[in-house]
């Protein structure tokens, strides 16, 4: 099992850099990320958080 933090694009984007070095082939992705916080957040690259947790993530 790999963990990412799909809200921060940059961490998305080393993450799958990583992972193209290490793993040949992949087979299956469970992308499986949500949140719902009491209040409005914002990432450190300034999106809303839900947005970048629920959309933003997958397409970095």
């Given at each position: 099992?790999?963990v990412?933090d799909?809200s921060?694009?940059?961490a998305?984007r ?12 992949l ?5 499986n990320?949500?949140l ?11 999106h ?8 933003l993530g997958?397409f970095?």
């Amino acid at each position: 099992m790999e963990v990412c933090d799909v809200s921060s694009l940059g961490a998305v984007r080393t993450f799958a850099a990583d992972l193209r070095t290490r793993v040949p082939r992949l087979d299956v992705l469970i992308h499986n990320a949500g949140l719902l916080p009491a209040t409005r957040d914002e990432t450190d690259d300034g999106h809303e958080i839900t947005l970048a947790t629920h959309v933003l993530g997958r397409f970095c």
